[in-house]
């Protein structure tokens, strides 16, 4: 029982890293990203093959997955930024799909299906960490630090005009921010940290392959985000408790069949998202109303403003 | 002879994309809703289709019921979920993330209802015909492309000339003047969801009857039509039905030169170029609508 | 009528910051800006008058890099910044408030102001005013627009006429030379007018250069040292106050059309 808490209690750290992450472009920049998996995995494969053929210390493997996790995201976010919203949607919907076809065909770095095996654990000022026992505390310093990192990022001049951006785009330009920069700047930390987690996860687990890098996974960490709250600082944190949660409560559940626990899990999650967003599209944490209340509703009628700011956008 | 095989079969698949694109577009066009559970309408007619064959029913009656059933499911959403977050907020985003949830919902739903694995529809028309050497092609091929031609012909008829289709062309550049008007945005929109998930039955029980059924189609349904609305130009119908076609024929000639796990590459490399170099798509809003 | 009226100016002698020639703006083939040409003086307040849909707000975007030219250019200072993105116009020194605010809605007042005030393209950026400067200039900003007792509510929860005034703390903050003021005014009541009219006064006393766009006459009056007339995307006028305000074929279109 004590290492099933503790294995839950590792696997929880590590998504809510992906999902303080995710959160960090969704909730403060407004960037929805459909390719959170592939920087995880990317952080996942490159941490195991630095573990491998270089070094298992931390400080090893940690710095390289951030840098592949990072030079990757630009490659996403230099194009799919300097547009609309809606093209980062699909521009990374793209990456995600290309990404799982390459860790599958990649036989030569990734493994291809079969993954990579024998991943050395975690080494910690020569320290080899791999149970449970003392993997979890190492798993909750690592989220420490990340949650730290967001919170600095976020209360700083940079948070600042990430949310004002968000806010308004044209705005912001308008005050002399310039916007490509600042979202791409954003994409690349959150993706650098994604990487962290996919690290960690290679190390603990000794074995990885394509499937814990899916769209589903991108999805999971997507509602994680949603349902805890979308730009709230602990909302990401509850909802990857929540939905890690929710399997082990399923399968307590009897008379529900075990090979559907799966599919029950996911549609129960996406109505969850559904349903919040139309009663609370600020999540379990976030405020209760929407967030443009008086003004932007009397605008709103009809999303006339959208329309404009969009052609003034596309006729840059 | 390859080529011509593969061109022929980049044809069918391009007729299925185009108009599961075209009604995407539609939508999207003229609402400004980003209705992602486009992919999960798509998968369901296809499996009330599949469901109706295994029944027995005659495809006359299996036909009806995936159109009954995509259009219900369209509606459904835009009454039920984006006309309540359209009343007090109704941002892109918001919008986005529940239609994305009822997608998922959907899509795990059906699986379980039809199970997870692959299933086909076989029938007289499935049965290929060889034309050439070498160059074999089912009738249904010819039924998609006929069908992608008479359904946006017809689309087009209905926007051009009907009162409801120039007032849902209007939609999405002004809503004050629809009311102006005398017309409710709102009912509009449900027309519009109505004409564009109907327009995915016949891409759906065309791959039902070919390539087969999975529930996981959907996201791949997704992209395709995104992809499609992007490279066609965002707002532009037919635009839409040039890039589905267009990405139908790439996937397909790819073979020629890469394996077939990377078909799905090939779309994300133009979506890709597109958004790099002519993030207007083919026709941008301006050309055409 | 003819086609521009030319007629002395005010301020004829001052320094030109912006200067326009033959600027053009068609979308699909509607003329929304057409062969429009003027100057922006240091010092003097500038009127965009004109019946809805005369082109003010698309000359706003052209000037401010929000919508690009189809022909003609825009020097600042010499230097042709046609074309140019948004951002790099802003760090010119070039400032606008928008018609619908576009406030920073889920930030705080004092927030809003601060966000404005700071270049940090960068996490951690080392340039800019120091804390304790942007501090003491966003409280004297909010104390003079009278915002200080909202300082930390959200924008989204302001009352309308504290929303314009924020709207204008905003661009007080940025120190930028020349403001585009769309429609500041629009829907005060008589008192917040008179903190408006008072705070325009203050800033182009202290050198701030002012163009704006504004439907209220009494407005037009007491503040203008000058008025551009646009109709269709036309510039139909730009002289002093009186002369335009007293031209009978203006007053015919400007009141025409809005019948």
Known sequence: MAAYLLNLGVLISIYSILAITLNFIMGYAGIYSLAHAVFFGVGAYAGALAAMHLSASIFVTVPVAMACAAVLSLALALPALRVRGEYFVAASLGLQVLAVTIFAEWKSVTGGIGGLIGIPPVDLFGQAVYRPASFFPLSLAVLAIVIVVTRLLVRSSFGRNLTAIRDSESAAASFGKNVPLIKTISVVISAALAAVAGTLYAGYLSFINVESFMLDTSVLVMAMVIIGGTGTSWGPILGAAILLLLPGLLSYLSFLPPTEIGAIQQTLYGLGMAILMIFRPGGLVGRGKARETKSAAKVAVGQKPPAVEAKAEGAR | ?289 | MNAQAHMPAAGAGNEVLLEIRNLDKHFDGLKAVSDVSMDLRAGIVTTLVGPNGAGKTTLFNLITGHLTRSGGSVRWLGRDIGGMKPYRVARLGIARTFQDLRLFGDMTVEENVLTVMEPGALPFSLSGPSTAEKRARVAEVLERTGLSAKARTRAVDLAYAERKFLSLARIMATRSRLWLLDEPASGLDPNSYELFLRLLREEVASGVTVCIIEHNLDIVVSISDRIAFLDRGRLLADGDPQTVLDDPDLAAIYFGDRT
């Not at chain 2, 008007?181 to 009857?209: C, E």
């Not at chain 2, 990377?262 to 994300?268: G, H, I, L, N, Y």
């Open chain 2, 1 to 289: 002879m390859l080529w011509l095989q593969l061109a022929l079969t980049g044809l069918q698949v391009g007729a299925v994309y185009a108009l599961t694109a075209v009604g995407f577009s539609l939508i999207f066009g003229s609402t400004r809703i980003f209705h992602f559970a486009h992919g999960a309408t798509f998968v369901l007619a296809a499996y009330v289709f599949y469901w109706a064959y295994q029944a027995g029913l005659p495809a006359p009656l299996g036909i009806l019921a995936a159109a009954v059933a995509a259009v219900a499911l369209g509606v459904t959403m835009d009454r039920l979920v984006y006309a309540p977050i359209q009343r007090h907020e109704g941002s892109f985003f918001t919008v986005f993330v529940a239609s994305f949830g009822v997608g998922i919902a959907v899509q795990n739903i059906v699986g379980m209802v039809f199970g997870r694995s692959f299933v086909t529809v076989t029938t007289e028309l499935s049965r290929s015909v060889k034309i050439l050497d070498g160059v074999y092609v089912s009738p249904l091929a010819w039924i998609a492309v006929a069908c992608a031609a008479l359904f946006f012909v017809g689309l087009q008829w209905f926007l051009r000339r009907t009162h409801v289709g120039m007032a849902l062309r209007a939609l999405s550049d002004s809503p004050e003047l629809i009311r102006a008007y005398g017309l409710d945005p709102r009912r509009l929109s449900t027309y519009a969801f109505a004409l564009g998930s109907v327009l995915v039955v016949p891409g759906a029980i065309i791959t039902a009857a070919t390539s087969g059924l999975n529930p996981a189609l959907g996201h791949h349904v997704m992209l395709i039509s995104l992809a499609a609305t992007i490279v066609g130009g965002i707002g532009s119908i037919g635009g839409a039905l040039a890039a589905g076609f267009l990405l139908g024929l790439a996937e397909s000639l790819a073979l020629i030169v890469f394996e077939s796990q990377w078909t799905e590459a090939v779309t994300f490399a133009i979506l890709f170029l597109f958004i790099l170099l002519r993030p207007a798509g083919l026709f941008g809003r301006a050309a055409t609508s």
